[in-house]
């Protein structure tokens, strides 16, 4: 390679080699992000994600204890019991919400279920018994989508001594579509941008202390905003590359050597 040519190199190789970094670091930091695990561990917890059409993915994570105590499962709450997950699904089955998957797992001498559900429109879910002691609304509001949950009280079971120290929790996180404008979550902070939490202590739950669940969004979708943002992007890049490239032939060239 010439002098002319290795000079090219050098300029293009120093120009690149920043956006290469930072490109890299960008992805890493997004990698990060999105697959964020939380450390908090619930007795019983519901986690939504909501679409702006109004239909939902629900999950449910819960001891087997919890639901017998907060929703009146029948379920053995003796964890070296057997534990059907037929009843599982069947339990949580209704012309309202489909039961995609039912699975378990044992933490703190405690089994719990977990059950994946896809609900069509999430203000009907309250006509599932497993979730009856919820109303749940989402309606146009100014502009913005205003969706509402109100989880009300109900009669406790007693399931007697299942190893709870009084420090369980129970929780409502919700994933919102798009930007949030208003919440009411306790925190008053959102994690990993679009996900709101409304905690109790299993106690309160028991009590029937109500929650009330309140946030406003926009009507247009984070993933359409991301992938604007993407486009945007992947155009800037593109111009900066012709451009380095151009810069790079043009100092390499013999005309520009004389």
Request: aromatic share 10%; with cysteine.
């Amino acid at each position: 390679m010439g002098a002319a040519g290795m000079k090219g190199w050098n300029v293009y190789y120093c120009l690149v080699r920043p956006w290469f970094w930072l490109l890299l670091l960008s992805a890493c930091l997004s990698s990060v992000s999105c697959s964020g695990i939380t450390s908090r561990k619930y007795e019983y917890e519901e986690e939504i994600f909501l679409s702006l059409d109004g239909s939902a993915t629900v999950y449910v994570n819960a001891a087997v204890p919890a639901l017998v105590s907060l929703r009146g499962a029948a379920l053995p709450v003796d964890s070296s019991a057997r534990l059907d997950r037929t009843v599982v699904r069947e339990w949580y089955e209704s012309p309202v919400a489909h039961v995609v998957n039912v699975t378990a797992s044992r933490r703190d001498n405690r089994r719990y279920v977990h059950v994946r559900l896809n609900v069509p429109d999430i203000r009907k879910l309250n006509l599932a018994p497993a979730f009856a002691w919820s109303t749940y609304a989402m309606k146009p509001v100014e502009g913005l989508f205003e969706y509402t949950q109100n989880v009300g009280g109900v009669p406790a079971k007693d399931v007697g001594q299942v190893g709870w120290t009084g420090k369980e929790l129970v929780a409502v996180r919700l994933h919102v579509p798009s930007q949030i404008r208003f919440h009411n979550a306790p925190s008053k902070r959102t994690e990993r941008g679009n996900i709101l939490v409304w905690e109790q202590t299993l106690i309160e739950r028991q009590k029937g202390i109500p929650v009330q669940i309140e946030v406003r969004m926009d009507q247009q979708s984070i993933l359409i905003r991301t992938l604007g943002l993407f486009a945007a992007m992947a155009v800037a890049v593109v111009i900066t590359f012709v451009v380095v490239i151009w810069f790079v032939r043009r100092r390499g060239s013999p005309d520009h050597e004389r």
